[in-house]
């Protein structure tokens, strides 16, 4: 069986009632203090994981992750485990799957993927994109976004671990690049994308993405450093050799409401320590301890014992 996780404070969205219905796949939703349980106790369809069966499952990581923040999900990703899931989608509640979610898997096998050699430290995935106004995916070093250089492509077969399916109209990308857009521009299609990957770490989030169940103990989203907790997970995955690829648009998203300037200042740490974080990834992953806040690995750690 596969599982598909994800919180939410909302009551039950168009995207989550079309998660619920797919063939093959359970959806697991993570609930938080806000959220109105007996909305997903009620339904048979999925399986709700209310805040008092959370602090049973682990008291000691709900109380170190804290409550009302999107890091609840990682309470779905023990869960998923424990359930020998085969693959594990992580999802958000505002991106509506398409018809053919689900259906084209590319993990655990090998397969002929385009492949992007770069020089620098990470390879920005929407980068390969030409538009009239340049996009870069979030999390990718604020610094390396205006350099030229021409990379590479070529023609690889790759065993990969982790599938980063794209989203229609609205792509992931940081505040400072959102904010040079209008809402009307964001209209972007990436329905024919043939797969591809890169020779070097690369963001991918965890609103659309599929991962092995192999990999889900060192997948972690980092509480307490904002809007990198999945973009950190990201790169501290890969770190340890996880292989990403990415993959065409399998979700149309309708972004919830959001306030650009908390999203920026949620993202600063990010900004300011991106690069350095690659780098230091670059000689060990255990350098990721340099870059969180003490509780912020405390619960890292704490998960990683759910899995032994």
Same mark, same amino acid.
């Given at each position: 069986?596969?599982?598909?996780?994800?919180?939410?404070i909302?009551?039950?969205?168009?995207?989550?009632?079309?998660?619920?219905?797919?063939?093959?796949?359970?959806?697991?939703?993570?609930? +938080?203090?806000?959220?109105?349980?007996?909305?997903?106790?009620?339904?048979?369809?999925?399986?709700?994981l209310?805040?008092?069966?959370?602090?049973?499952?682990d008291?000691? %990581?709900?109380?170190?992750?804290?409550?009302n923040? *999107?890091?609840?999900?990682?309470?779905?990703?023990?869960?998923?485990?424990?359930? @020998? =899931?085969?693959? *594990? =989608?992580?999802?958000?509640?505002?991106? *509506?799957? %398409?018809?053919?979610?689900?259906?084209?898997?590319?993990?655990?096998?090998?397969i002929l993927?385009n492949?992007?050699?770069?020089?620098?430290? =990470?390879? +920005?995935?929407?980068?390969?994109?030409?538009?009239?106004?340049?996009i870069?995916?979030?999390?990718?070093?604020?610094?390396?976004?205006?350099?030229?250089?021409? #990379?590479?492509?070529?023609? /690889?077969?790759?065993? &990969? +671990? /982790?599938? &980063?399916?794209?989203?229609? +109209?609205?792509?992931? /990308?940081? $505040?400072? @690049?959102?904010?040079?857009?209008?809402?009307?521009?964001?209209?972007?299609?990436?329905?024919?994308?043939? &797969?591809?990957?890169?020779?070097k770490?690369?963001?991918? @989030?965890?609103?659309n993405?599929?991962?092995?169940?192999?990999? /889900?103990?060192?997948?972690?989203?980092?509480?307490?450093?904002?809007?990198?907790?999945?973009?950190?997970?990201?790169?501290?995955?890969?770190?340890?050799? =996880?292989?990403?690829?990415? $993959?065409?648009?399998?979700?149309?998203?309708?972004?919830?409401?959001?306030?650009?300037?908390?999203?920026?200042?949620?993202?600063? #740490?990010?900004?300011? @320590?991106n690069?350095?974080?690659?780098? $230091?990834?670059?000689?060990?992953?255990?350098? #990721?301890?340099k870059?969180?806040?003490?509780?912020?690995? $405390? &619960?890292?750690?704490?998960?990683?014992?759910n899995?032994?």
């Amino acid at each position: 069986m596969n599982y598909i996780v994800t919180t939410t404070i909302f009551k039950p969205s168009l995207a989550l009632k079309k998660f619920s219905n797919l063939k093959d796949w359970t959806l697991i939703v993570v609930g +938080d203090l806000k959220t109105p349980h007996r909305l997903y106790q009620n339904n048979n369809k999925i399986i709700y994981l209310h805040p008092k069966e959370q602090e049973k499952m682990d008291k000691k %990581l709900s109380d170190l992750i804290g409550w009302n923040c *999107i890091q609840r999900r990682n309470f779905g990703y023990i869960l998923a485990n424990k359930l @020998n =899931a085969e693959y *594990i =989608a992580t999802v958000d509640d505002d991106n *509506i799957p %398409l018809r053919d979610w689900g259906n084209e898997i590319l993990l655990k096998k090998n397969i002929l993927v385009n492949y992007y050699k770069t020089k620098e430290i =990470a390879f +920005d995935p929407l980068s390969i994109f030409k538009n009239k106004k340049k996009i870069w995916h979030r999390g990718f070093p604020i610094e390396l976004i205006f350099l030229k250089e021409k #990379i590479k492509k070529k023609k /690889i077969k790759i065993k &990969a +671990d /982790i599938q &980063a399916n794209l989203w229609n +109209d609205n792509p992931d /990308i940081d $505040a400072v @690049n959102r904010i040079s857009f209008r809402n009307n521009e964001l209209n972007f299609k990436f329905n024919d994308v043939k &797969a591809y990957t890169s020779n070097k770490l690369s963001p991918f @989030n965890s609103q659309n993405t599929i991962l092995t169940r192999k990999i /889900i103990k060192d997948y972690f989203l980092f509480p307490f450093i904002g809007r990198m907790d999945d973009i950190w997970a990201s790169y501290y995955v890969q770190s340890l050799g =996880a292989k990403v690829i990415y $993959a065409k648009s399998t979700v149309k998203q309708i972004r919830n409401p959001h306030n650009l300037l908390l999203d920026f200042q949620k993202e600063v #740490i990010g900004y300011a @320590n991106n690069l350095k974080l690659l780098n $230091a990834l670059k000689i060990s992953p255990n350098y #990721i301890k340099k870059f969180l806040p003490k509780r912020s690995y $405390a &619960a890292f750690k704490q998960y990683k014992k759910n899995f032994l």
